[in-house]
Nanobody, 125 residues
Framework: QVQLVESGGGLVQAGGSLRLSCATS????????MGWFRQAPGKERTFVAA????????YYAGSVKGRFTISRDNAKKTVYLQMNSLKPEDTAAYYC??????????????????WGHGTQVTVSS
């Protein structure tokens, strides 16, 4: 069983930055990729970014490309999401997730099998 724990959320003004962390533990063997998703109140959970554990390849949603950076530290089994130039519309609960799927990049929550409990990011205008 894989456990994921997010941290680093908080309140920030528009234009500011935050770095989220996702610490993994347990039986992580077989998990090929990690993703970040977000969910605003009353809205669906949507894809933000993903990274491959093996080669560090990354993929981003268009709405965050150029502002957010996903990275990983294999030794620490931790994935990060650096968020810069934050906007009020980035306000949401952010979740990290693990996937056993390789191949094309997967952006549906259904393609990720393990989830953290989330961390809240609030961007004030």
């Amino acid at each position: 069983q894989v456990q994921l724990v997010e941290s680093g959320g908080g309140l920030v003004q528009a234009g500011g930055s935050l770095r989220l962390s996702c610490a993994t533990s347990g039986r992580t063997f077989g998990q090929l990729r990690m993703g970040w998703f977000r969910q605003a109140p009353g809205k669906e959970r949507t894809f933000v970014a993903a990274i491959s554990w093996n080669d560090g390849d990354t993929y981003y949603a268009g709405s965050v490309k150029g502002r957010f950076t996903i990275s990983r530290d294999n030794a620490k089994k931790t994935v990060y999401l650096q968020m810069n130039s934050l906007k009020p519309e980035d306000t949401a609960a952010y979740y990290c997730a693990a996937s056993r799927l390789g191949g094309t990049w997967h952006v549906s929550p259904n393609e990720y099998d393990t989830w953290g409990h989330g961390t809240q990011v609030t961007v004030s205008s």
